[in-house]
T-cell receptor, first 113, second 112 residues
Framework: KQEVTQIPAALSVPEGENLVLNCSFTDSAIYNLQWFRQDPGKGLTSLLLIQSSQREQTSGRLNASLDKSSGRSTLYIAASQPGDSATYLCAADSGGGADGLTFGKGTHLIIQP | EAQVTQNPRYLITVTGKKLTVTCSQNMNHEYMSWYRQDPGLGLRQIYYSMNVEVTDKGDVPEGYKVSRKEKRNFPLILESPSPNQTSLYFC???????????FGSGTRLTVV
């Protein structure tokens, strides 16, 4: 049974810093690894999806990497801004989408102005 | 606009009164799932569906039912809600492969 862990659970940094959020998963036989953003009390916004055949994906100031052999993914945020404050969730797709996603508990990120 | 629509967004109900949370997607996706989100426990899967008339239990199915009579709709049914089902619920859909999952805006349910 897939298990996903995110470290740290919470992070507070000054504006402008580059930062890395970590995600680990126990079963390396995944199809995709998807990163989401969630604002308080709101829905999930998909940020990046990395397929099992890929090593990384980039969107603007965000870069996500995937190392299946070690069961790890990282989300790199460059030049952080107060608007980046949110909870970041990673989720593993172990069944090609058919049986849903397994989520980590998230990293609550605060960017101090 | 491609989207997953959940209704209602907010619901307060009493213990034992049957309710249905609707979920509809307009992307012709085969795969749909329901999750609940609770503080400290994260998002946990309740049920999922791989196609019309094909559903299966997730990690926390007790107290819930689902049906998939049409491809676009995947309602979540609480036959006899209890206070421990107070939670934030999300529906999601996907076509699989490299496209990932799209989530609805959520339903905040309070059972008193």
């Amino acid at each position: 049974k897939q298990e996903v862990t995110q470290i740290p659970a919470a992070l507070s940094v000054p504006e402008g810093e580059n930062l890395v959020l970590n995600c680990s998963f126990t079963d390396s036989a995944i199809y995709n690894l998807q990163w989401f953003r969630q604002d308080p009390g709101k829905g999930l916004t998909s940020l990046l999806l990395i397929q099992s055949s890929q090593r990384e994906q980039t969107s603007g100031r965000l870069n996500a990497s995937l190392d299946k052999s070690s069961g790890r993914s990282t989300l790199y945020i460059a030049a952080s801004q107060p608007g980046d404050s949110a909870t970041y969730l990673c989720a593993a797709d172990s069944g090609g989408g058919a049986d849903g996603l397994t989520f980590g508990k998230g990293t609550h990120l605060i960017i101090q102005p | 606009e491609a989207q997953v629509t959940q209704n209602p967004r907010y619901l307060i109900t009493v213990t034992g009164k049957k309710l249905t949370v609707t979920c509809s997607q307009n992307m012709n996706h085969e795969y749909m799932s329901w999750y609940r989100q609770d503080p400290g426990l994260g998002l946990r899967q309740i049920y999922y569906s791989m196609n019309v008339e094909v559903t299966d239990k997730g990690d926390v199915p007790e107290g819930y039912k689902v049906s998939r009579k049409e491809k676009r709709n995947f309602p979540l049914i609480l036959e006899s809600p209890s206070p421990n089902q107070t939670s934030l619920y999300f529906c999601a859909s996907s076509t699989g492969g490299r496209y990932g999952y799209t989530f609805g805006s959520g339903t905040r349910l309070t059972v008193v």
